[in-house]
């Protein structure tokens, strides 16, 4: 028998995670079977953040079946492994699988200018949430996907508006594109350009381990959603025209056509909202 697919996200509470769980959870709808997703907060009530999720959604009752949230904190791995076993207990390895992980934690708390701007606090902060919160999260959820010998379900045609997932499984970890050493052009930012550049190393780590054990099931890539009107970039959109910042809902369409755009071809490496390669 086929594998069971699910989908996880992390987190969903709020700017770019909230936006996509929705967007996924309404354009999964129409899958048959159905596909599953676990979902997380940081919030101590996951009930409060479902409903949220779920909130002016059509079919409320039949999505929420689907939709599992979890408190999950990246900077407390102990909620890292609670939810794991949740999901163990949610989708059993030998029957499920998982195929489609966005990981995308993030914060930018000190975009220095110059060295003597440098607080390390702030610092040991941006690598703690951008680099290990994503590397901790993969030590406990990357054993959920798929192996070599994962009988890997048909990509069947899905009906019109319907995600169309790709055959292979993905792991997606959120980068930027301040994160590219050799696109560096202007400096500065030195804790979160050096946090995202760890997030693209460390996504190539992955891949490599994906390629060992499960071939073309699987493959890891980074991810650039441009700039995003959320609280993160909040104090930079009045320097980006119109055109460049972007909704949350927009973002997460964005990111959602690109990875499942992208074929095993294109792994290890990061891709931006456009579909074009950000440079290492």
Avoid at 180 to 197: E, I, P
Avoid at 238 to 259: K, N, Q
């Amino acid at each position: 028998m086929p594998s069971t697919p699910w989908i996880f996200i992390c987190p969903s509470s709020r700017g770019i995670g909230h936006a996509l769980t929705r967007h996924v959870l309404r354009r999964t709808a129409r899958l048959s079977p159905s596909v599953p997703i676990l979902a997380t907060t940081r919030h101590v009530d996951p009930g409060a953040a479902k409903a949220a999720l779920l909130r002016d959604q059509r079919q409320r009752n039949e999505l929420s079946k689907r939709l599992f949230v979890v408190r999950c904190d990246v900077t407390d791995e102990s909620t890292v492994a609670s939810a794991a076993e949740e999901a163990r207990r949610l989708f059993p390895g030998d029957t499920h699988h998982l195929h489609l992980a966005c990981v995308l934690p993030g914060v930018l708390l000190n975009p220095e200018k110059s060295p003597a701007q440098v607080d390390a606090d702030a610092a040991l902060q941006s690598f703690r949430v951008n680099a290990v919160g994503q590397m901790l999260v993969a030590k406990h959820f990357f054993g959920f996907l798929p192996r070599r010998a994962t009988a890997m379900p048909a990509g069947g045609k899905p009906k019109e508006a319907a995600l169309r997932l790709p055959q292979h499984a993905t792991w997606l970890s959120m980068s930027a594109r301040v994160g590219s050493t050799t696109d560096n052009r202007s400096g500065g930012w030195f804790s979160y350009r050096a946090s995202k550049a760890a997030v693209n190393s460390i996504t190539r780590s992955l891949d490599v381990q994906l390629r060992a054990r499960a071939g073309d099931n699987a493959m890891a890539v980074a991810y650039h959603p441009g700039t995003v009107k959320t609280d993160l970039s909040r104090d930079f959109w009045g320097g980006v025209p119109d055109e460049r910042l972007f909704s949350p809902e927009y973002a997460a369409e964005r990111l959602i056509d690109v990875v499942c755009g992208l074929g095993v071809e294109d792994r290890g490496r990061c891709w931006d909202w456009k579909g074009t390669e950000v440079p290492p």
